[in-house]
């Protein structure tokens, strides 16, 4: 299963970017989807997850009321809207598909299915 993660690039801080996760046939929909991420030098860490249905979303703290996790497509696509950036945000962002479809879970042991990987950069 191949997820395509795309709308990384370059902003500055205090801007904003959309981040997109498309899955192939029904990958997404039926299971929980998360976003982590992976700066330089650091472990991979949590950023946001939705449940199948999209009922239930969590926030890792440092993004928390900046960065909104949303599904379109018929749940085929989870999107990762991201505002008010800071040099912080910076880091390789990669959507994850969860073995189950209910919760949220922040531990990347919970997903099965990986993305390639976008950047996101944010200049100071």
């Known amino acids: 299963v191949q997820l395509q993660a795309s709308g990384g690039g370059l902003v500055q801080a205090g801007g904003s970017l959309r981040l997109s996760c498309s899955c192939p046939k029904r990958t997404c929909s039926n299971n929980a989807v998360g976003w982590f991420r992976q700066a330089l030098g650091k472990e991979r860490e949590f950023v946001a997850a939705i449940s199948w249905r999209g009922g239930t979303s969590d926030y890792s703290d440092s993004v928390k009321g900046r960065f909104a996790i949303s599904r379109e497509n018929a749940g085929n696509t989870v999107n990762l809207q991201m505002n008010s950036l800071n040099p912080e945000d910076t880091a390789v962002y990669y959507c994850?598909?969860?073995?189950?479809?209910?919760?949220?879970?922040?531990?990347?042991?919970?997903?099965?299915?990986w993305g390639q990987g976008t950047l996101v950069t944010v200049s100071s």
């Open positions: 994850a598909v969860a073995f189950s479809p209910y919760g949220t879970s922040s531990s990347p042991t919970s997903y099965r299915y």
